[in-house]
């Protein structure tokens, strides 16, 4: 008997799901963000602490970026650990980051001073949504979508809660720019400030990296 081609396996994988025409009519499952927590964002010190992207006249670059400019996204994380993770592990493989590129980049706390209502894109949210967690680390075109579903839902959420992609004990927060009066910056510190060497070299080392 010859061997022909294997079938593949029936629990194999497919692609993650785009959303649903159906999403519009379903309640979505919300986690609130008390007004009051904290939250972080590391980005560019060139740059407004609180800049949503991308840029006017720029093409989408984020995970939940609108595909087509429809509405503009800042990108949070709910512990510092979690905003270096997500700035700095774009190469799984990398275990040295460059010390210019630390240089440019500076850490900001975030106060939330209103509750935000986030989509709860993880855990039994994803099921209630018909998603999959495919949506949140596969291909962008997928996440886009998602998010201009959930950005245009008739319930208005203010954003998008997620398992961190390079560190998924975590969360992060991919919030719209109609919440951008939630949220306000606290202070902002340079990632080489004397201030931040400790918490810098613990994030060095939880994620095992050294700076060249």
């Known amino acids: 008997m010859s061997r022909g081609t ?8 497919g692609p993650p799901p785009l959303p649903s025409a159906k999403l519009a009519r379903r309640k979505l499952p919300l986690h609130i963000c008390a ?4 939250l972080t964002r590391i ?18 670059r984020g995970r939940w970026d609108a595909p087509a400019g429809e509405f503009r996204v800042c990108y949070l994380a709910e512990e ?29 706390g975030v106060a939330v001073v209103r509750d935000l209502r986030l989509v709860a ?34 319930s ?13 004990d975590g969360f992060a927060i991919a919030l719209f720019g109609h919440a951008a009066d939630a949220i306000a910056i606290t202070h902002t510190t340079l990632l ?11 994030w060095l080392d939880r994620y095992a990296i050294g700076v060249l």
């Not at 007004?35 to 904290?38: D, I, N, S, V, W």
């Not at 774009?90 to 240089?103: C, F, K, M, W």
């Not at 993880?122 to 950005?151: E, F, I, Q």
């Not at 080489?192 to 613990?202: M, V």
């Open 121 to 154: 894109l993880h855990g039994a949210g994803l099921r209630r949504l018909g998603a999959t967690a495919g949506v949140c680390n596969g291909p962008y075109s997928v996440s886009r979508a998602w998010a201009l579903a959930l950005h245009e839902h008739p």
């Open 6 to 13: 294997e079938a593949e396996p029936a629990d194999a994988p």
């Open 35 to 38: 007004a009051g927590t904290r």
């Open 156 to 168: 208005r959420p203010d954003g998008i809660r997620y398992r961190a992609r390079h560190d998924d």
């Open 192 to 202: 080489t400030s004397p201030e931040l060497r400790s918490e810098l070299a613990a």
């Open 43 to 60: 980005h560019s010190a060139a740059r407004d602490p609180l800049f949503f992207e991308p840029a006017a006249g720029s093409p989408a």
């Open 80 to 108: 510092p650990h979690i905003a270096f993770a997500e700035t700095f592990h774009r190469d799984p493989g990398a275990t040295l980051i460059e010390e210019a590129d630390v240089a440019t980049r500076a850490a900001s």
